[in-house]
């Protein structure tokens, strides 16, 4: 199976020239009885051939998915070997539960998957294994197959220490790669966050420097933004992120305390 860097992304065409506001957290939403799942259409993420599926009780389209777990391995969190751990992987179903499979190495077979452009999968790495909890959207539509991240601590937290901060365990991360419809990274975009980050970063030339009040930071030709220790409930919620610059846009994501979410926003720049 095919190894990709940040593995899902987020297809955004939404104008963005209003106001964004700063609430003290992001809100919590119960996945049992509320579907709190962005459902923009994404670009393709997974591959092979669409799965039996079939209508569930809701009228909802579900399928059953194999997969595997790829290491984002390096700073710029791109998809390396295959983890060789064991994990827990959850993801959206039916009436906006999570549905859960077991990973033990080398693949999962999730059954109740919900066809989606986003279906946001939760990849939760066993304790010992140097890894960190990690959220990415994938679209379940129309494969039978799919690879989802998992993010090494050591590699994160040394962001965070170039940063001179540490990763909170209890908050949520976000890192953003912005490219346009063609895949090349978008630069000079700035990001803001309807949840105020405790850290906002960028990597530039080869290295991630803090957002400072009155910094003119933006994205560099990697296109990689960092909103780090966000405030979250032990539930999926969304996080609202502005674009300005060369790309204005709004790119909604979901987050939950303790993960880091990986998404590959597909934007119109000018």
């Not at 579907?35 to 259409?41: A, E």
């Not at 009228?59 to 997969?67: A, H, P, Q, W």
């Amino acid at each position: 199976m095919r190894a990709l860097g940040f593995v899902g992304s987020l297809l955004l065409c939404t104008a963005c020239g209003q106001k964004v506001d700063h609430p003290d957290a992001a809100p919590a939403c119960d996945p049992a009885v509320t579907k709190c799942i962005y459902t923009s259409p994404p670009a393709s993420s997974g591959n092979g051939t669409a799965s039996e599926g079939g209508a569930s009780s809701s009228g909802e389209e579900v399928t059953t998915l194999s997969g595997d777990v790829v290491v984002l391995g390096d700073d710029m969190f791109n998809g390396g070997v295959v983890f060789s751990s064991t994990a827990q992987i959850t993801a959206t179903g039916e009436s906006g539960a999570r549905v859960m499979a077991s990973y033990d190495g080398m693949s999962f077979q999730l059954e109740g998957a919900l066809k989606d452009a986003a279906n946001w999968f939760l990849v939760t790495p066993e304790s010992r294994s140097g890894m960190v909890p990690t959220l990415v959207p994938i679209d379940t539509r129309a494969t039978s197959t799919v690879s989802a991240g998992v993010a090494n601590s050591v590699v994160l937290d040394g962001v965070f220490l170039n940063l001179n901060t540490e990763r909170s365990i209890e908050r949520a991360q976000v890192v953003l790669r912005l490219i346009d419809a063609q895949g090349r990274s978008v630069v000079g975009a700035h990001a803001s966050s309807s949840s105020t980050p405790e850290v906002l970063a960028y990597r530039t030339a080869g290295t991630w420097l803090r957002d400072n009040t009155g910094s003119d930071l933006a994205t560099d030709d990697s296109g990689l933004v960092l909103l780090g220790n966000l405030q979250a409930g032990t539930a999926l919620s969304q996080v609202r992120i502005a674009l300005s610059g060369p790309a204005t846009a709004r790119v909604d994501v979901q987050i939950v305390a303790g993960a880091t979410t990986f998404v590959t926003a597909v934007v119109a720049a000018k």
